[in-house]
């Protein structure tokens, strides 16, 4: 079996790809945002046109292609071998950044938007080739870490990129030359580093390449939405695409308009919400580990509803300052610290949401049509955009103030999050565990590898505590459906996360026979869905810390459903205010904050074998050391 590389950078081909792609973001934002400063110096303007708005039609030339020329580019990715198609961009880039050099140079605008919406086709060309590539580098449980990298370098390229452009093009003399020397330096460095790509496999030689962008667009639509979750993945990330292309639009208004400070300020507040998503990228990668964390998606949905929501409470300063303020001055007043932090809080959280679904998107499309997914992504992202550009200007038109359109955003936001949520309720229900199993113990989880990562199988545990339900959710990385004892699945206010959480109430035969069949029922629902299902066998909490026998209750499951069986034991549970030791739970006051407590995941068992007594055997040797956990 192949060791896994502790850092994808160990894989061959990771570190020339990343390097590529950083590259080619530095490159693009370096180049838009210097001709887009250069316009606005020099009032520059072609058919009538006024600098605002020639600086519209630069976003229009940049992004027209996506629409036109994804679906072939999807398509070319998965015919052709994707580090040559990578290459030749690079070639291509060095070509086209040669003509916005001589832009520059030259102070002539016609070749800096000549090769402006070039770039936009370099760009569309290699977005389906960026991410569909990622899973032929790297191993399936080193993708989260991937992307997490991938989106990191690639917002502090575009912060790098934007702010060194902007810079670079006012310096005075030669700003233009060294702008025109650093593009295309950057370029030759990108294919540079290109040639040091991996050789990949080329795709399966039936699809057709079409050269006419309407029919591959219908088709590669058809494709995203054929599987249900790559659609919904898609839908989310567009959407994202959606809020920041709003967000990043108001910020220069805001900081201009409502907030009256030095583009210094700007600077800052796009450095801060860059350095957010970056983070944010390396923070979902540290908390799902090699797992795909779904539950970090509504998670981060709702984190961003709420900083943008702050947005709006911070309003517009009672007075404004008579000249823009510098930098110390903004960071001296009333709500600088507050309007960071709720920019970085968006964009950490747009972290958290964006690299799950990126992630799903690659893990879940078929490889041979990975790329023209992608490029479905791609042709939504950009639509999604246009849209969001529309809503600005209809509120603008409005004359909505700069805190209301952010009411706004956070209210579309909220519709989002709502959505998400309901359809992963039970994700965000486990991540919750997870954090809070952290938070108040020190948790090791031993034997995650045994729990298989798709298909129908049944956790059994011993039960020690009231809490110990919300350990197993935290600590297993796919969501569990509970058996629970009605009672305390009717309990106030906790019902409702019950029932989200998919809970299934169980009664003993004496007292409902009716709710036990309808628990049986849907355990085999549950089961020939695919779903996890976790048990308690005892069927009751330990009232002395020994482990009572385990019920029948289990060999009846399997025998409808025969599923494998993943025994579980908890341990250091035991004596906490959740326990029964020394009277009833919670009537007592915690003993330990930040407890140390174990879970042991022990090997599948075969349903055949599994019976309730080999089952309390193998949990009870778990608990006292003496069952290896791996083979």
Known sequence: ME??????????????????????????????NALVIWISVHQASLFGLSPVQMISLCSGLFIAPFFQLSATAGQLADRYEKTLIVRAIKLAEVMILGLAAYGFVSASLWPMLAALLLMGVH???LGPVKYSILPQLLPNEELVE???????????????GTIGGGVIVLLEPGGPRMVAVSILSVAALGLAMSLRMLRLPSGPPDVRVQLNPFSPTFEILRIVRKTRAVFLSVLGISWFWFFGAVLLSLLPVYARETLHVHERVLTLFMSVFCVGIALGSLLTERISGKYLELGLVPFGSIGMTLCTLDLYFVGAPRVLPAVPLEMSAFLASEHAYRILGDLFGMAMF???FTVPLYTLIQQRSEPHERSRVVAGNNIL???????GAVLLASLDALHLSVPSV????AGCSLLTAVYIYSLLPEFLIRFVAWILGRLFYRLEVLGHENIPESGPV??????????DSIIVAGSVRRPARFVMDHRIAKTPVASILFRHGKTIPIAPEHEDKAVMEQAFAKIAEELRAGEVVCIFPEGKITKTGEMNPFKAGIERILRETPVPVVPMAVEGLWGSMFSRKDGPAF???PRRFRARITLRIGRPIAPEQASAKLLEERVRGMLEHEVELSS
């Not at 992202?381 to 246009?386: A, H």
């Not at 049944?458 to 809490?467: E, Q, S």
């Open 3 to 32: 060791s896994h590389a502790r850092s994808p950078f160990a894989r061959p081909g990771f570190a020339a790809f990343f390097g590529t792609q950083l590259l080619s973001a530095f490159n693009d934002n370096f180049f838009k």
């Open 381 to 387: 992202n950009s639509l999604f955009m246009v849209i």
């Open 146 to 160: 991937g992307n997490a990298l991938v989106e990191m370098g690639t917002f502090l390229a575009i912060l790098g």
């Open 587 to 589: 009537r007592k006051l």
């Open 406 to 409: 952010f009411l706004v955003l």
């Open 458 to 467: 049944v956790l059994v545990c011993n039960h020690v505590a009231f809490n």
């Open 123 to 125: 760009s569309a060309f």
């Open 350 to 352: 747009g972290g958290f």
